[in-house]
């Protein structure tokens, strides 16, 4: 397969990375240093069962992805307009886009620009950037994605390639699931500047989690999704799994970065103030994370 992949950093190399080892044409679409790095020695793909170079090609221009017939798009949520518009005038029509993205409305925005089939995808996976070029796997791999046709092929080519992807036609409350566990714990952790299990031992944090949860199942509901309450226990389990887990808003905002949390916190509180719903757990919880975000700017 001819797959490209918009956003190098750690999502996109790490997938990225195990397709091409698998032998499928990957071409990176990034920044110059990783642009430089990747073109002279390869991607550096560290896991705790490998620490391979793997060939690939790698650009800064989305124009490479011309021949793409897949597209991992990995980008931050903050980035998907100007990445779509990038390759607005580059792929083929009948490319499929991969959104592999946290939040839930990536696809819908993508589809706005691109005509593509644009393909919601959940990602569990928890890797980073240890350096241009280098990218360091810490757990997990899995994909939920909806279907797309020929998504039965892209199954098996992915399973050969190591790739866990299960095809499920509700990806769309799949995503909410995942977004209702950033919607307790990104915002929290990056405040509180605490791995997640130094957290949720904190009296209150439990009772502060369970109320983000509520909100965000009240709006879900106001839009018309049913989603079953994914049970404080298995909210809390999280925190057991990754105790020395920092969340990625805490980590952006320690690299000084923009934080996703516009489309985590933020999405519930516009969606709440759209359709009725109160949202003020998740609003302070947004709040606090935009006035650190200002403060690491000025
Ligand atoms: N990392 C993880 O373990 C997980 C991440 N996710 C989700 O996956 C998505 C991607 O995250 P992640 O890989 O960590 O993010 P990264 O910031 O590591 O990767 C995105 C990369 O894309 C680059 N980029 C942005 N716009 C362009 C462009 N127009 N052209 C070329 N390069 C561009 C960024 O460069 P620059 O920084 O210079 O803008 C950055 O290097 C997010 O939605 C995240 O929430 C989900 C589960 C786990
Ligand atoms: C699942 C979780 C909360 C793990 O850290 C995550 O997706 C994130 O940090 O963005």
Known sequence: MRIGVMGAGAVGCYYGALLARAGHAVTLIGRPALVTVVRQEGLRLQRADLDVQVAMQASQEPAAL???ELVL???KSSDSEAAAR????TLAPQA?????QNGVDNPERIRAILPNPVVPAVVYVATEMAGPGHVLHHGRGELIAGPWEGCDAAQTQFAEAGIPLAIDAEVVQRQWQKLIINCAYNA???VAQVNYGQLVQTEGVARLMQDVVDECLAVAA????ALTHPGMDAV?????????????????LARGKPTEIEYIN???VRLGERLGVATPANRALLVMVRVLENKAVH
């Open 266 to 268: 933020g999405h519930i």
């Open 236 to 252: 809390l389990g999280l925190a057991r799994g990754m105790a020395g887990q920092h969340s990625s808003t805490a980590q952006d």
């Open 96 to 100: 499929v886009v991969l959104s592999l």
């Open 222 to 225: 106001a839009q018309g999704l």
């Open 188 to 190: 929290l952790s990056a």
């Open 73 to 75: 798009f990995c980008v």
């Open 86 to 89: 990038a390759l607005e005038d």
């Open 66 to 68: 011309a021949d793409a």
